[in-house]
């Protein structure tokens, strides 16, 4: 059974850089999958952030395209996703997935990870 | 702010039905398959609907979606308490070229 867990810090400064890892078990990150970040601000609703092919194809929402880098650890079957310059905001609860390429849905879920950005 | 639109709240009886719609454009659900998301209080958002129509394995029957045109609509029947939740749909955005998600439906139990 494939399960995803998100890992990183739960606090990060405002202007710093917002780390997060997701493991994935069950699942080769070689798969045919995108392997893909969402996330939910408190009390919002859900925000498409992108997601990378193991073959490189990657894909970020435009309004955090400038900021948004996510990348793929096959030795460790595991993504990441680096998000810089991050205000309060970016306050979320932070979501990996997996994406199936062409037919636009996501499953299954990692539990999420809150992130707040604050001094 | 989301380029899918949903109603904020629907509500009804146990044993009773509701829909949700979920109304997009030509560059999203005119042109490619609808999911549709159930998220429970505090946890995570989990499969409902695939491919406008199909559910994942061991999600019942009370649940189905439909397609037409820009608008995509998720139906529930039987209400039951445990259906309290949020529900999302999602699909892709030629435009955008990137996925999105509708709004949000808060679904009560009344």
């Known amino acids: 059974q494939v399960q995803l867990q998100e890992s990183g810090p739960g606090l990060v400064k405002p202007s710093e850089t917002l780390s997060l890892t997701c493991a994935v078990s069950?699942?080769?990150?070689?798969?045919?999958?995108?392997w893909a970040w969402i996330r939910q601000p408190p009390g919002q609703g859900l925000e498409c952030i992108g997601g990378?092919?193991?073959?490189?194809?990657?894909y970020y929402t435009p309004s955090l395209k400038s900021r948004v880098s996510i990348s793929i650890d096959t030795s460790k079957n595991q993504f990441s996703l680096k998000l810089t310059s991050v205000t309060a905001a970016d306050t979320a609860v932070y979501y990996c997935a997996i994406r199936i390429p062409n037919l636009n849905w996501f499953d299954p879920w990692g539990q999420g990870t809150l992130v707040t950005v604050s001094s | 702010q989301s380029v899918l639109t949903q109603p904020p709240s629907v509500s009804a009886a146990p044993g009773q039905k509701v829909t949700i719609s979920c109304s997009g454009s030509?560059?999203?659900?005119?042109?490619?398959?609808v999911s549709w998301y159930q998220q429970l209080p505090g946890t995570a958002p989990k499969l409902l609907i695939y491919?406008?129509?199909k559910r994942p394995s061991g999600i019942p029957d009370r649940f189905s979606g439909s397609k037409s045109g820009t608008s995509a609509t998720l139906g529930i029947t039987g209400l039951q308490t445990g259906d309290e939740a949020d529900y999302y749909c999602?699909?892709?955005?030629?435009?955008?070229?990137?996925?999105?998600f509708g709004t949000g439906t808060k679904v009560t139990v009344v």
């Open positions: 069950g699942y080769s990150i070689s798969s045919d999958f995108y």
């Open positions: 990378m092919h193991h073959n490189g194809a990657t």
């Open positions: 491919e406008n129509n």
């Open positions: 030509s560059s999203n659900i005119g042109h490619t398959y």
């Open positions: 999602g699909t892709w955005d030629s435009s955008l070229t990137t996925d999105v």
